[in-house]
């Protein structure tokens, strides 16, 4: 069937294979595709500015013909060529500048006509424009009154070598003349008319060829409002589908939690409670529970799983606990595994044998019954043997509370009767690995960890198919963390602060930046650096340096040694970002601290200030754009991990941080959360009023959003198709 969402695009007028092939790699394959491929701004082009009239430093457009051209050496620099056009109209002259780009020369023709675009400087008493956006206007078109070009609001688009802003126009005005006739509108009648939006054919022709200002405002939020409302669909689908599977009601004792509460040696927060009860809420009853737990770094969300770990565990069921790094896996391993012994005085650590600690046995009294709960750590760097047995006791049960890495998600973890999945720092998974623990149990609760919140209002629309529930205090008595910046020429006073702390007999962290593009740079420069300090700076105190590329053991053993203050500064790479908890640091130095995102700033920042003692942040860098200038702003301004969220937000962008949510499920194209949080939201209801009765959208009305929805989030027809 030949429909808009499917033709493919070579079916259009004007597109050979080479073109098509172009296309792709933008990731258009469809007349869809191609009518979803938006401006990224617009040119009122039904008027120019005269060229005697242009005022300096406005960003303006103008229509002039080539009056001559030229190409100059640069004056400053070898092998720097420019461009250069005198062009006029009848009012007066302006010089157009262009940097490094020689091959321009050959599209200008004395005599021929141009439309201008930038921004209006002077040089030397003379107007000119530096590096302009140009077209060059066809004879014919330069008097025609009516067309694409010209004489109009204009679409520019982000366009690639091979491909034209004209010929892009051209392409897609034939593609909305031909196709929109025929297309339907995805989004049913009576939702348009409640949200008064536009339908499709002129929300499509005005966010392409605006007849007018107003016009492209209402094409922009009905096409907005589009896209949030098929990902609400998609979302609605999914946790309906959830809900209508039967879970596990756990039975949970109280009184042993309460009593294991009552043994920590700190109060919970009110907020901890809160969630604890959310949580026990959920399991007890027959479905599945599907809950996002997000709280600050440093708010106590391990706790939290521990205790909902051990409601699983007591009613008799297998729980699983993932971490994003071994070294996480294994604090959470001993701090669970201590916890649990101090509930039952008849703890005993298997010491016996080969076995490394990774199992742990306690006696816990569960009614009048004695239950033996065992406690693995499975990581990958497990010796191959050790993983057998862990996999054979994951098999037979004897394993309550399974802790680790990736390494559980590997096909030999086979659990006899899990009931309860928990995901620690979900924003360092990807959606896959995410999913698949789950399925090692018959539909067993989840509950997924994550320390980068985001305001609730945006959380349920993003994470609309999980329940929500949000810790929102940090322990009491902690005190706020100072955080300093510091220009690198000032280093050594940043240095001096770490000094200090230090000969109070305090710790310190320096985390100096490795990221994935300049790996091997990154770590060579992290090596030296600490040799360096060792030898320098901090050469009466001892050093240790950490890093991904170093072997497990000789991780553990580092971290051990940090741990037991036989080191006092920890140079590390980010492996320190997620979950570290050692309350004695109170000082943290990171170097160019200009090449961490904010979010990833804040969660190094929050690995002190754990204790009871006043912390540091020192952050080193010189500034070198606005971003990196914003972030440290922010770092100094707010300590709240919501607020540097949304910070985040603005500073990136939503395209890039939603992308970040690595779901891969919401690609915004024109939607923005943030500015358009009321239009967000009406979708969101309308997408569960819809499929709450709808829900395999069989209804003539939904047909075609249905098609949509199977094409935009691929694995959505078992979820939408009835039965
Ligand atoms: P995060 O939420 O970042 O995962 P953690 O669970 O690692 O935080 O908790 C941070 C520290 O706070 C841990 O040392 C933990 O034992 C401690 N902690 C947790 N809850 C409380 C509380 N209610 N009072 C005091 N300390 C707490
Ligand atoms: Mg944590």
């Known amino acids: 069937m030949k429909t ?17 092939k172009i296309f792709t790699k933008l990731g258009i394959n469809t007349v869809e595709d191609i009518l979803y491929y938006f401006p990224r701004r617009y040119e009122d082009r039904r008027k120019f500015s005269r060229i005697c009239e242009l005022k300096e430093n406005q960003i303006q457009t ?15 620099r070898q092998n720097f060529r420019i461009v250069k056009l005198t062009v006029g109209d009848n009012t007066g002259k302006i010089n157009c500048v262009w940097f490094n780009q020689p091959y321009l020369k050959q599209y200008f023709k004395l005599g021929s006509t141009l439309i201008l675009y930038g921004k209006i400087e002077r040089y030397a008493g003379l107007l000119q424009i530096n590096n302009p956006e140009f077209e060059i206007v066809c004879e014919e078109e330069a008097n025609k009154e009516e067309s694409l070009n010209i004489g109009r609001f204009v679409p520019v688009y982000t366009v690639t070598k091979g491909i034209t802003q004209r010929y892009l126009r051209v392409l897609i005005k034939s593609g909305l003349d031909e196709y929109l006739p025929k297309a339907g509108d995805c989004l049913p009648y009576d939702i348009r008319a409640r949200n008064n939006l536009l339908n499709l054919s002129m929300s499509l022709i ?38 209508e599977k039967l879970g596990i009601a756990h039975q949970i004792n109280a009184s042993l939690l309460n009593n294991f509460i009552a043994s920590l040696p700190f109060k919970l927060t009110a907020s901890q409670e809160k969630v604890i009860d959310e949580i026990k809420t959920d399991m007890v009853k027959p479905l599945g529970m599907q809950r996002l737990l997000q709280g600050d770094v440093g708010s106590g969300k391990t706790i939290v799983a521990t205790i909902a770990s051990m409601a699983a565990l007591q009613g008799g069921y297998q729980a699983v606990f993932m971490a994003p790094t071994e070294i996480l896996a294994k604090q959470h391993y001993e701090k669970i595994s201590s916890q649990l012994s101090v509930l039952s005085p008849s703890t005993t ?3 016996d044998d080969e076995r490394p600690l990774t199992t742990l046995e306690t006696n816990q009294t569960i009614g009048s019954q004695q239950k033996i709960i065992k406690i693995g750590l499975l990581t990958s760097s497990l010796k191959n043997k050790e993983k057998e047995r862990q996999y054979q006791e994951i098999k037979e049960g004897s394993i309550g509370l399974l802790i680790g890495t990736h390494a559980l998600l590997e096909e030999d973890v086979k659990f006899k009767n899990l009931g309860l999945v928990i995901i620690d720092e979900q924003h360092k998974f990807g959606v896959g690995q995410r999913s698949l623990l789950p399925k090692k149990g018959v539909n067993p609760d989840v509950l997924i960890m994550t320390a980068t919140p985001i305001p609730r209002t945006l959380a349920i629309t993003l994470y609309g198919d999980l329940d929500l529930s949000i810790i929102n205090e940090l322990p009491a008595g902690r005190l706020p963390i100072k955080t300093l910046h510091f220009k690198q020429k000032d280093k050594a006073e940043a240095y001096n602060i770490a000094k200090e702390q230090l000969k109070i007999g305090k710790q310190a962290y320096v985390i100096y930046p490795v990221i994935e593009e300049s790996y091997v740079l990154d770590i060579a420069g992290a090596k030296k650096m600490s040799q360096e300090l060792k ?6 105190f001892g050093l240790g340096l950490i890093h991904g590329r170093l072997k497990q053991e000789e991780q553990d053993e580092i971290i051990l040694k940090f741990k037991n203050k036989e080191l006092d500064i920890l140079v590390s790479t980010t492996i320190l970002e997620v979950g570290i908890d050692i309350p004695g640091v109170t000082c943290m130095i990171i170097e160019n601290a200009e090449r961490f995102g904010l979010s990833q700033l804040h969660q190094l920042r929050g690995r002190i200030g754990r204790g009871k003692d006043e912390s540091f942040c020192v952050l080193i860098s010189d500034d070198l754009t606005p971003e990196a200038e914003a972030r440290t702003k922010a770092m100094l301004k707010y300590s709240d991990g919501f607020r540097i969220a949304e910070e985040d937000l603005k500073i990136r962008g939503p395209g890039e941080f939603f992308g970040s949510r690595q779901s891969g499920l919401w690609e915004l194209k024109i939607g923005n959360p943030l500015t358009q949080m009321h239009l967000l939201k009406r979708a969101r ?39």
């Open 685 to 723: 209801e309308e997408a569960i009023k819809l499929v709450s009765l709808d829900p395999h959208l069989t209804a003539r009305q939904n047909i075609l959003l249905k098609q949509r929805l199977i094409q935009r989030f691929p694995g959505y027809e078992s979820l939408i198709s009835a039965g």
């Open 535 to 540: 030898s320098g700076e901090f050469k009466e």
């Open 62 to 76: 103008i229509k002039a013909q080539i009056l001559s051209k030229g190409e100059q050496q640069s004056f400053y």
């Open 206 to 243: 005005n966010i392409h060829f605006p007849e007018n200002l107003d016009l492209q405002a209402k094409a922009y939020e009905r096409l907005s409002f589009e896209e949030f409302f098929s990902f609400q669909a998609a979302l609605a689908l999914r946790k309906l589908k959830k809900k």
């Open 4 to 20: 808009l969402l499917n033709t493919p695009i070579r079916y259009l007028k004007g597109i050979g294979p080479k073109r098509a």
């Open 349 to 351: 650590l298997r010491a």
